[in-house]
């Protein structure tokens, strides 16, 4: 069942020439430069410089995404590039609620999960060379009830940055390397375990300016199966379609117009705190997959906002020393905006 969960998660792609104007801007989250023109005025601090020779690709990061260590930087093919009109927003804000449900194993009363987030993405030439450098802090809250009998915090909190670069080898092979260094913990305890460093290593390749593939390791940094992959293809089959078919997080996405598109989503959630657990320091874990509808809306120029609803299932909680909590399907709302 895993395996056909495949779905988005740090896979990367640099991919697309600008054979108009010869020189080519970095782009971040839903952008979509003109079909004649890839550069962008330096007088707006939240857009790209140009750069001094040709990049022959141009980065695209999915941006609807909670925590760093669970954003899929990915390529832009030119087909759904050129009708697709977003405008640059860097900040993305969203909130998720995850409906009561009760603990199956062993039996207890309910758990509700509910989470906000916050990050910002600067996207940058690296120095003089054809690569790019991407910058992002975030930060998020989980706030918890229950399950009962189990001494878990109210609160955990995620502070961390992202770097991630970016490098074109030629017009069809890409290289993206990033690490995301930060802190999750309820703030009660800050150990050396509330630091966490995930990291991946990604390779692209461009079949077309509509077929990508992406893949390499990425290491989590959790209580268990820190390594894994980061597969599959991004596709464009005409102007209305964009497929992201990846693990962790999968997409298909139908473009109605300019402003409207609504996607199915299905995706690995979760992530590792560190917690006080019953007087002693702890490991803490949750992990879920999702499967969601979705629509980003993006006919205002301040803002997109964004809504997926579906449920969660296979939730787990895992400790360093307690036995795993299987938690029962629930409900699932997410909200947002970029701006």
Known sequence: MHMLLVST????????????????????????????????????????????????????????????????PLPVPSRFEKTYQAQNKPATLDYIYMGKSSVEEPATSGVLMNQIGFDYRLVRPFFKTPAAFTFRPATSILFMSGPGGIDLPEQLYMFAFDFQLDIPV???????????PGIWSDLVVITN????????ALFTFKFSDTLFFAGGPIYTDNIRRNIIPGIGVIWDPNEKWHLELLYPRSRIVY????????????????????????????????????????????????????????????????????????????????????F
Request: aromatic share 10%.
């Open 9 to 72: 998660l740090f896979v990367t792609l640099l991919g697309q020439t600008n054979g108009s104007s010869g020189t080519t801007s970095v782009q971040n989250g839903w952008d979509r430069p003109s079909s004649s023109k890839l550069g962008i005025e330096k007088e707006n601090p939240f857009e790209t410089e140009q750069l001094d020779r040709p990049l022959t690709h141009v980065v695209r990061q999915m941006n609807d995404l909670p925590a760093p260590n669970s954003t899929a």
């Open 170 to 180: 030629n017009e069809r092979i890409g290289v993206s390397l990033g690490i995301t």
């Open 193 to 200: 375990d509330s630091f966490r460093l995930p990291a991946r």
């Open 255 to 338: 473009r109605i117009n300019d402003a409207w598109a609504p996607y199915l989503a299905i995706e690995r959630g979760g992530t590792t705190y560190s917690i006080r657990l019953n007087g002693a320091n702890s490991d803490f874990e949750y992990r879920d997959y999702r499967l969601m509808l979705g629509i980003d809306i993006g006919q205002w120029t301040a803002a997109n906002l964004f809504a997926e609803c579906g449920f969660t299932f296979d939730r787990r909680f895992r400790f360093d020393y307690l036995p795993q909590l299987t938690i029962q399907d629930s409900f699932i709302l997410r909200v947002g905006a970029r």
